[in-house]
């Protein structure tokens, strides 16, 4: 069951009505680009946050022979030797501080992905006081995937084209591609084309992300590299190599990978109670590896929620209790989140079946409804 944060600080449903202003049956809100997905509210064409027109024909891979980056094959072949060697110190040699520290380096990290390029730059689910920006700015730097601009500018371009030629890790090419191939290759020119053709402004109009963007290549091998590695030896005097293996490689690996498997697995594997026309799904374990992003089938049905999920436990959802932590001391506000009447009208008209509260014996069901239904192998209780 998808986790939830605290309650809805700022209901969309109002904007979801305005952005579908004037739709009906005979008069759709057509958009005029080839999009397979929403990316903010107002992209919606039905009341329940949706798309009209039918988007199965529009996802597609083209058959192409793909031109191989050997740079990034050997570095990524490079950098998961290291990781499984990291994983047998692990076990043998590595200090308990190291692998302490290697573990909150994993998660300040995920943060800088989750809650930052995520759900703050690339969705604008919420926004963020300077000081929170740039603790997220500087956890992102630690996670090496980018600079946040360009993931958010990726990111984007993965939710309105998603699984078609645009989409950076198109999942209709496979498992591998849309986990690790995708950055193994060179990118299809639809990607480049409508990358160019996202609106950017807002992040351009961050300061302390166009920092990060200018200053890119400097601060990424200190926060990722140098100073994990120092650490362990300079506190504790660990060894270089259980360093460097422990607390650098195979934490990298790792939080590289848990990101990859949302890209991936939850895009094959889990429930659809939202949206069964889409590939993303429900993925309980992906969404406790990375702190609430595996609840994939819903975020891609509502991305504008900042809690990326709809019901549940922090503990299914750490992103969300870290927002809701900033937004108590006023470094988190404008909260986007989705009301239970717009959820229930997309659960209803798209989803799979298996939503575990608007089913039988909801409150709204008609009694006519029940008494009439067959029920095989009934037990009295």
Known sequence: MPPNA?????????????AAG???????KVLTEATTGVLFEQDAETIDGGLVKDIEKL????????????RNIIAFGYL???????????FTSAKWQTIAFAYALYVVSGLGITAGAHRLWAHKSYKA??????????????AFQDAAFHWARDHRVHHKYSETDADPHNATRGFFFSHVGWLLCKKHPEVKAKGK???LSDLKQDSILMFQKKYYMLLMPVL?????????MYFWNETFINSWFVATMFRWCFILNVTWLVNSAAHKFGGKPYDKYISPSENMSVAILAFGEGWHNYHHVFPWDYKTAEFGQYSMNFTTAFIDFFAKIGWAYDMKTVSADIIKKRVKRTGDGTHEIWGWGDKDQPKEE????????????
């Open 370 to 381: 029940m008494e009439s239904a067959v029920i095989l192998n009934k037990k009295d209780e």
């Open 6 to 18: 605290a309650p809805a600080t700022q209901s969309i449903t109002d904007s979801l009505i305005a």
């Open 59 to 70: 996802k597609k891979a083209e058959k192409r022979k793909l031109k191989l980056v050997w």
């Open 22 to 28: 004037g739709i009906s049956e005979g008069n759709p």
């Open 197 to 199: 053709g996202v609106d």
């Open 224 to 232: 990722c590299f140098i100073l994990p590695t120092m650490v362990p």
């Open 80 to 90: 998961h030797a290291a990781a499984l060697y990291g994983a047998y110190l692990i």
């Open 129 to 142: 006081k300077w000081p929170l920006r740039l603790i997220l700015m500087i956890f992102n730097t630690i």
